[in-house]
């Protein structure tokens, strides 16, 4: 397929820039009202897209003014289906220096420790054209933690070794308290009609780009669907009887990348590490063995899911890395069933939910989101494929 057949206009306006939330109007005993807002992702729209039947679904019964809401989800689902969730954990990647002598203010973004004991990390720059190799960058007032640039990887990327002597815990609490959650750029780039920036970076990113499961560390950007289940939510599966299995899958920049062939059998994805445990792999394959479905939340778990199934449809254990690149036509193996966000055009992620879909049956579902105002990103509305 081609890059063009996955592109289509997002208005800045259907970006969302925080967690969905709802309204709440209180009136104390004099009568005086008082409207506040309550942070519910897991209230957040959802389309319904059915494999077989092709049937879209936006709202309840047809009636337009009651969309399907995530909520719903449990309309779709029976007691001892399984959902497979990423629990990847996101650090405080970007952090925000100055250069020696100049002064001069740069964004470095964490990517990944090469080597504990030399402190050595894997970091893109910006501006990139001013730091070169033996410049050193200052991270705090008291001129205590520094990095020294030692490589050159790509035209942003650099090697940097920090100079900071003490405990490898101690290090990495002193670079992540200078950290900020790493929010994607369409976020914290978005300009109002103005062309001014409007979404700073709040305190309450860090509990908001990062799933209540995340366990283990390691992603530079969150599972983003996982992001829509509270701690509420994950009890009503429970109660629900609908089993729960963890991949870990660390989310790279790579999935941000613009891709820059027009023929995608030529891209070239970026390799991210991931890890299936045998526990997990028992708990997934027994409950397909017994019929139950499987539902893949999020663009990373079918990825590590795909990485892994073998041709009986089963998943194996496995610690390593994948460079998978999913996009139509293609057969997925584990799961029958997949919840995922609406991405961006020309996203690595929409493509992998059009060849679980259909590409067909996934752009029009795309439109008909894009027609009714839908949200799109990470904190955006989300997207169910069922197979009926």
């Known amino acids: 397929m081609k890059l063009s057949q996955f592109d289509f206009n997002l208005p800045s ?84 220096g100055t250069k020696e002598k100049t002064d001069a203010k740069i964004e470095v973004f964490l990517l990944r420790e090469l080597n504990q004991e030399m402190r050595l990390w894997d970091v893109l720059v910006e501006p990139a054209r001013k730091i070169r190799i033996g410049n050193k960058l200052f991270f705090n007032e008291e001129g205590s933690l520094v990095a020294e640039v030692i490589d050159n990887t790509t035209s942003r990327g650099r090697t940097l070794r920090f100079l900071y002597d003490c405990p490898h815990d101690e290090f990495k609490e002193s670079i992540f308290a200078l950290g900020q959650p790493p929010l994607p750029r369409y976020i914290i780039d978005h300009k ?6 409007d979404r700073p970076v709040t305190e309450d990113d860090t509990n908001d780009f990062q799933t209540v499961f995340a366990e283990i560390e390691g992603a530079v950007t969150a599972p983003s669907t996982g992001l829509h289940f509270t701690r509420q939510m994950m009890k009503r599966l429970d109660i629900h009887g609908i089993r729960t299995a963890f991949v870990t899958l660390h989310c790279g920049l790579g999935i941000f990348h613009p891709i820059e062939v027009e023929d995608l059998s030529k891209h070239k994805m970026d390799s991210e590490e991931m890890h299936v445990t045998e526990e997990a792999c028992n708990t997934i394959n027994t409950a397909k063995r017994n019929g139950s479905k499987i539902c893949c939340v999020g663009a990373s778990v079918l990825k590590a899911t795909e990485t892994v199934v073998g041709t009986d449809g089963y998943i194996k254990p496995y610690d390593g890395w994948t460079n998978k690149f999913i996009f139509p036509p293609y057969n ?56 009926d």
């Open 192 to 197: 109002d009609s103005e062309g001014n920036l």
């Open 13 to 96: 306006a259907q970006v969302a820039l925080y967690p969905h939330s709802i309204e709440r109007t209180v009136t104390n005993e004099n009568g005086e009202k008082t409207t506040f807002k309550l942070k519910r992702p897991d209230e957040c729209r959802m389309v319904v897209v059915h494999k077989k039947s092709q049937k879209i679904e936006l709202f309840k019964d047809g009636d337009e003014s009651t969309p399907i809401t995530l909520l719903d989800i449990f309309d779709y689902f029976k007691e001892n289906d399984m959902f497979v969730f990423n629990n990847t954990k996101v650090f405080p990647a970007r952090l925000y």
């Open 332 to 387: 997925y193996g584990l799961a029958d069933s997949c919840l995922v966000n609406l991405y961006h055009p020309k996203s690595t992620m929409v493509m992998a939910t059009a060849a679980f879909g259909g590409y067909d049956l996934v752009m029009d579902a795309y439109q008909q989101a894009l027609k009714n105002g839908y949200n799109f990103g990470c904190f955006g509305d989300t997207m169910l494929i069922v197979n």
